[in-house]
Every structure is written in C-alpha cells, then in structure tokens.
C-alpha cells in the first residue's frame, strides 16, 4: 500500500523556521523524483522543490531560493523526505503536500503520481 506521510506543519512567527518531513513507502521511491508542493485557497497548487533520486542538484521555486532547502533519506523501505524552510514569511502560509513522480521532466501537479495529505503552515505574528 503507497503511503505518502506528511508531518511537521504548524504556526511560526515571520522570520522562523520549520522542518517538514514525508515519509513514502510502498513503492521504490529510492527511484522517484520527490517534490514538496504549496496551496493556497483558491489557487493552483503550485511546485516549492523538488529532488531526483540521483541526488544531483535540487530545483526550487524562485520565491524560496536560499530560505528552503529540500533533501531525501533513501532507507531501505521508506523513504523521508525533508524541506527545512527558514526565514518564513506570510506568503510562505499554505498547506504543503509530499508528492513522488517517476522521471523530472515538467513541473506541474499533474505529473506527480502519488501525494500526501498535505500539512498546514502558517506564518502569521
């Protein structure tokens, strides 16, 4: 049974920080690209990193370059994945969602396979 976990979400005061974790089993996820995605209500769900199962240099959305920083922990049978997001603005609330693909190429939702339910992070004072 694929099982997308996600964990770690909550209230933070801007400037603070949080680390999101997503734990992916039943599958080969040491094999797939893993992405952390954002919505808003009312709006797209849209791409905040992603990583290949390669490991070779992550991709972020503009908006967060230098603030988060996305990694993966390829265990035997589950794989974690991370997103530590520092320096949290307002802009940055949203509920995020862990979700896993097989090959990279395109960076909307809809080449993403499997997803979690989703966390909420809020950034207010």
């Known amino acids: 049974q694929v099982q997308l976990v996600e964990s770690g979400g909550g209230l933070v005061q801007p400037g603070g920080s949080l680390k999101l974790t997503c734990a992916a089993s039943?599958?080969?996820?040491?094999?797939?690209?893993m992405a952390w995605f954002r919505q808003v209500a009312g709006k797209e769900r849209e791409l905040v990193a992603f990583?290949?199962?390669?490991?070779?240099?992550?991709?972020?959305r503009d908006s967060v370059k230098g603030r988060f920083t996305i990694s993966r922990d390829n265990a035997e049978n589950t794989v974690y994945l991370y997103l530590q997001m520092n320096s949290l603005k307002p802009e940055d609330t949203a509920v995020y969602y862990c979700?896993?693909?097989?090959?990279?190429?395109?960076?909307?939702?809809?080449?993403?396979?499997?997803w979690g339910q989703g966390t909420q992070v809020t950034v207010s004072e």
């Open positions: 990583t290949r199962w390669r490991g070779d240099i992550p991709y972020y």
């Open positions: 039943g599958s080969t996820f040491s094999r797939h690209t």
């Open positions: 979700a896993a693909r097989l090959g990279s190429g395109g960076n909307a939702a809809h080449f993403y396979s499997y």
